[in-house]
């Protein structure tokens, strides 16, 4: 292979899977702007449209690791592609849905899709890219998967103003089909030539227990008797789960793992921070677009600050990490965060923009910082050959806190909601993110307990 194909075959490759993260982003952040509308056209309450949301990442959670095993037996160019596919006819379901139920089902398709995404697409970066060239081309990946972050509200609240929701969704379908085409052309088959047996048992215990558990915390208050039956039958199924890994050779998650310290703070503090903050997703644009009459766009714009600011914080994380290390800038960041979310509270229908771009950057930056350290502090002490599952791990206790801190925010604002008035979503509103923070200030517990000997960055 000449220097001019390899160096054309890396930079489709890199369009590839740069198309994948992109397309993943999105679809976790374009439905939120659009909520209100997509509510109005199934004459719904906001609020209730937010198993739409939880649906996609909690299929992310649970479908994240049973990626490496689909490539080791099928191979990534058949993986990638096939989870190009489920994710495109999932946007279309999601398009053309008559109902909530419809709607909700499709997002489950969407996530089953984009779960393999991310996975492949890095695992075969990893594996092709030259070294010298493979941090470069990581973080060009994960930087196209930020703006994806960034525009996806935005997009999304401008669709679904000017031409309809249902192009939330459709507009999938052309980048989908773009993306099926490259895989096609351009992406490197790796399989192995053997392969681990698949721990299905596994994989039916723990995404059963990971679905009783939120639709424990969704209903839990409305119908205590249900919400209660699906909490208890979440914790038997976990418990089995526990029983199930330590005796399977090659467990879906291996929870051995969770001796290590840094680890096991780093999956628990997790849990509990993104709990307050992910809850912020949802509650946050109904509060601006019913509770302060905010048009779609505008509302969804103004989510675009805290997206750069997250960008903008992730590059001072080495400096401050090498001057603090983990324990102490965890501790310092969680309360601020926490202090952050509460604040929110002062908000209203008069605050200014200029004000709350502001605040909203600020609030980006220090989410940001707190992500990127969380994320990181979980490799601190492991060994080489433990990376590959605690990365799985991150990845699934992410996208697990994140549906469950949306359907928590959403559960609180509507416990909270006095009247379908927008001074009765302002109130409510307020009295969510004070709790929302207090919830979030309690990982800083967790985080105490690292030692002070943690590596540093």
């Known amino acids: 292979m000449t220097g001019r194909t390899a160096s054309e075959n890396h930079s489709w490759l890199l369009l590839l899977v740069s198309i994948g993260a992109f397309m993943q982003a999105v679809d976790a952040t374009i439905v939120n702007a659009a909520i209100p509308i997509v509510a109005t056209a199934f004459s719904i309450v906001p609020l209730d449209l ?17 990626t490496p095993w689909l490539c080791e037996r099928f191979g990534t160019k058949r993986v990638f592609g096939g989870a ?25 398709l969407q996530g089953i899709g984009g779960a393999a995404l991310l996975p492949v697409g890095r695992y075969v970066m990893v594996r092709s890219i030259d070294p010298a060239k493979l941090i470069a081309s990581i973080s060009t990946v994960a930087t196209v998967g930020l703006v994806g972050a960034t525009i996806g509200p935005f997009l999304g609240g401008f669709l679904a103003q000017h031409i309809s929701w249902r192009t939330v969704f459709l507009i999938n379908i052309p980048i989908g089909i773009f993306a099926l085409i490259l895989n096609h052309r351009h992406m490197i088959d790796f399989r192995a030539e053997a392969w681990k047996r698949f721990d299905g048992l596994g994989f039916a215990i723990f995404g059963a227990g990971s679905v009783l558990l939120l639709t424990g915390a969704e209903t839990v208050v409305t119908s205590k008797a249900q919400g209660g039956a699906a909490l208890a039958g979440a914790i038997v199924l976990f418990s089995l789960y526990i029983g199930w890994s330590r005796r399977y ?20 503090g997790n849990l509990l921070a993104r709990l307050g903050i ?20 505008e509302a969804g714009l103004m989510l675009v600050p805290q997206a750069i600011g997250s960008i903008v914080a992730k590059r001072l994380v080495p400096g401050i990490l090498s001057r603090s290390g983990y324990k102490w800038f965890l501790l310092v960041n969680t309360a601020l965060v926490a202090l952050s ?3 929110f509270a002062v908000l209203g229908p008069r605050t200014g923009v200029p004000f709350l771009t502001a605040y909203l950057f600020v609030y980006g930056c220090l989410t940001g910082l707190q992500f990127t350290v969380m994320n990181t502090l979980i ?65 800083s517990g967790v985080f105490a307990t690292l030692r ?3 590596a540093r960055a």
């Open 278 to 297: 992910s809850g912020m997703f949802l509650i946050l644009v109904v509060f601006l677009q019913v509770g302060c009459a905010w048009p779609p766009t």
């Open 84 to 108: 190009i596919i489920v994710f495109t006819i999932g946007s279309c379901l999601c398009g053309l849905s008559a109902s909530v139920s419809q709607l909700v089902a499709a997002r489950v």
């Open 50 to 66: 937010h198993p739409v949301l939880t649906a996609y990442v909690l299929t992310l959670a649970v479908c994240i690791p049973a």
């Open 249 to 268: 050779r090659d467990p879906l998650v291996d929870l051995r793992l969770f001796k290590v310290r840094s680890v096991a703070v780093a999956m628990l």
């Open 452 to 454: 002070d000997t943690v």
């Open 379 to 443: 490799y601190v002490d492991i060994q080489d050959r433990d990376i590959a599952m605690a990365s799985s791990m991150a990845s699934t206790m992410q996208y697990f806190s994140m549906s469950l801190g949306i359907a928590v925010g959403s559960l609180l604002m509507n416990a909270f909601l006095p009247g379908e008035t927008p001074e009765g979503y302002v109130q409510a509103f307020r009295e969510t993110v004070i709790v929302l923070g207090c919830l979030t200030f309690l990982a």
């Open 341 to 343: 979310i509460g604040g």
